[in-house]
């Protein structure tokens, strides 16, 4: 292990899923942990109505090898999500984990990470500072794996999927291929009875097939936040949404305003924005600079933006 690893995970927790409220549903799935090894807090009940209720959790899952439209899916709902107070839940791996564990964090929020390794050996080596950032901003990385235990990638990582469900209210599958992991994480969900979504996507995508096949298979179709949160708070989150929805899309200035609504009808590309709306191109780079600067557009890379 790095010397980075070996100086800030010193130490770790070893519990029983009953030890602890917040992880005591897993002693309710089929193969249940015997033990959980953990780094950070795991989360607390929390005070409404004058109880103490579990947090709303959302396991947000998919493909390694995302897509633009993957990215910004994943992390528009877990920071959305994130901000209501919702734990996001992920498996620490490249793609759509890691963009949802990050948009939790740049929201402000809690994010949990279940691993397929043994709790020493955070997996990939290369988000070992996400790893941190999770713990630092008092969220957990869990394992049911002990320190140093032999494991087969193929075998454990799939094992794992059914924790990430089973500590979730919801699981979102945002991209998947016809054979993925994450088709195995929303069979688990399906079996632990919890509602499970899959985004929408191109018929002509690899990595769509296995979203498309699940909302054919009686999956829901996710669409936006709203049908996430409308299944979390039905009562509280109905007269957020109509207010939002009534709230006019303006920026400071015709050109920021216009951009916004481009964004807002589905264009993400500059050179289409550009076509579209008439700006021209340095009308469009200072406007789109001074609205990613006041945190109401985000750059996507290649010149490709959206509402953040």
Same mark, same amino acid.
């Given at each position: 292990?790095?010397?980075?690893?070996?100086?800030?995970?010193?130490?770790?927790?070893?519990?029983?899923?009953?030890?602890?409220?917040?992880?005591?549903?897993?002693?309710?799935?089929?193969?249940?942990?015997?033990?959980?090894?953990?780094? &950070?807090?795991?989360?607390?009940?929390?005070?409404?109505?004058?109880?103490?209720?579990?947090?709303?959790?959302?396991?947000?899952?998919?493909?390694? $090898?995302?897509? $633009?439209?993957?990215?910004?899916?994943?992390?528009?709902?877990?920071?959305?999500?994130?901000?209501?107070?919702?734990?996001?839940? =992920?498996?620490?791996?490249?793609?759509?984990?890691?963009?949802?564990?990050?948009?939790?964090?740049?929201?402000?929020?809690?994010?949990?990470?279940?691993?397929?390794?043994?709790?020493?050996?955070?997996?990939?080596?290369?988000?070992?500072?996400?790893?941190?950032?999770?713990?630092?901003?008092? /969220?957990?990385?869990? =394992?049911?794996?002990?320190? &140093?235990?032999?494991?087969?990638?193929?075998? =454990?990582?799939?094992?794992?999927?059914?924790?990430?469900?089973?500590?979730?209210?919801?699981?979102?599958?945002?991209?998947?291929?016809?054979?993925?992991?994450?088709?195995?994480?929303?069979?688990? !969900?399906?079996?632990? &009875?919890?509602?499970?979504?899959?985004?929408?996507?191109?018929?002509?995508?690899?990595?769509?097939? /296995?979203?498309?096949?699940?909302?054919?298979?009686?999956?829901?179709?996710?669409?936006?936040?709203?049908?996430?949160?409308?299944?979390?708070?039905?009562?509280?989150?109905?007269?957020? =949404?109509?207010?939002? $929805?009534?709230?006019?899309?303006?920026?400071?200035?015709?050109?920021?305003?216009?951009?916004?609504?481009?964004?807002?009808?589905?264009?993400?590309?500059?050179?289409?924005?550009?076509?579209?709306?008439?700006?021209?191109?340095?009308?469009?780079?200072? !406007?789109?600079?001074?609205?990613?600067?006041?945190?109401?557009?985000?750059?996507?890379?290649?010149?490709?933006?959206?509402?953040?």
């Amino acid at each position: 292990m790095s010397t980075l690893f070996n100086t800030f995970f010193k130490k770790f927790n070893q519990i029983t899923p009953l030890e602890h409220i917040f992880t005591e549903v897993l002693d309710t799935i089929a193969l249940k942990p015997k033990t959980l090894y953990f780094y &950070g807090k795991m989360p607390e009940n929390i005070a409404k109505n004058g109880k103490l209720i579990r947090p709303k959790t959302v396991a947000i899952v998919g493909s390694r $090898r995302n897509t $633009r439209y993957g990215e910004e899916v994943a992390y528009q709902l877990a920071y959305k999500l994130a901000t209501q107070g919702v734990i996001v839940i =992920s498996g620490l791996a490249y793609g759509i984990d890691s963009i949802a564990h990050k948009a939790a964090l740049d929201a402000g929020g809690r994010t949990v990470a279940v691993l397929g390794t043994p709790i020493d050996q955070i997996y990939p080596k290369s988000h070992q500072k996400l790893a941190q950032d999770i713990i630092k901003q008092d /969220g957990a990385i869990i =394992s049911e794996l002990a320190p &140093g235990a032999k494991f087969l990638p193929k075998i =454990s990582f799939l094992e794992r999927n059914r924790l990430i469900s089973g500590l979730s209210d919801i699981v979102v599958v945002v991209e998947a291929a016809a054979r993925s992991g994450s088709l195995n994480t929303a069979a688990h !969900a399906l079996e632990q &009875g919890k509602e499970v979504f899959a985004v929408p996507g191109n018929i002509t995508s690899p990595l769509s097939a /296995g979203c498309n096949k699940l909302i054919c298979q009686g999956a829901s179709p996710y669409v936006c936040p709203d049908d996430i949160l409308g299944l979390l708070f039905p009562k509280e989150y109905t007269k957020k =949404s109509q207010a939002a $929805r009534q709230k006019p899309l303006f920026g400071d200035t015709e050109e920021e305003t216009t951009i916004l609504k481009a964004l807002y009808d589905g264009l993400r590309d500059g050179e289409d924005i550009i076509a579209t709306t008439k700006l021209s191109t340095p009308a469009f780079n200072q !406007a789109i600079t001074l609205l990613e600067i006041k945190g109401q557009v985000r750059a996507l890379g290649a010149n490709h933006w959206s509402l953040a």
